[in-house]
């Protein structure tokens, strides 16, 4: 398993890498499937996430989380095969979330990877029904990390 995690500078002395790598690690080994997957976080600024959120979903506002599932061609089988995508973070979106809700940032950026990770692993919340298998499963994972009372911004 292997979890590559990119904290982009100013944010580098702010953020602890253990816990958001710890969070994926055991989303991966709870809920994946693949051998020996791996996947990309990256932790950037507003800026990047909403260039982001405007190409790829045609929103043009920053956004806490994106998650880019690598779809692998059959045709053409490779070693990316157990990669499972990306998860890019917005740490002041992250930091401002965690303020208003009264915890720590290191605990939102948990949740938010958490959160990534569900969907490359095809969770969705789209509708009532996958809404509620994605939040249960989000909180029986946080709960294991002993951060069960940290919910998802819902907007």
Request: charge should be negative; proline fraction near 6%; hydrophobic fraction near 40%.
């Amino acid at each position: 398993m292997e979890i590559n995690l990119q904290i982009d500078q100013p944010f580098r002395s702010e953020v602890e890498p253990a816990p958001i790598i710890r969070a994926a690690q055991l989303v991966l080994r709870q809920y994946n499937e693949a051998d020996d997957p791996a996947l990309a976080i990256v932790i950037t600024d507003n800026a990047t996430i909403q260039q982001y959120n405007r190409d790829y979903r045609g929103i043009d506002a920053p956004t806490d989380v994106l998650s880019f599932e690598n779809v692998v061609d059959q045709a053409f089988p490779g070693p990316e095969d157990n990669y499972l995508g990306d998860i890019v973070i917005a740490y002041p979106v992250a930091q401002k979330q965690a303020q208003n809700k009264g915890h720590g940032v290191s605990q939102e950026l948990v949740l938010l990877a958490v959160h990534g990770a569900l969907h490359l692993l095809g969770y969705n919340h789209d509708t009532a029904e996958n809404k509620a298998r994605m939040w249960q499963v989000q909180h029986e994972i946080l709960t294991d990390l002993e951060l069960a009372e940290i919910q998802p911004t819902e907007n």
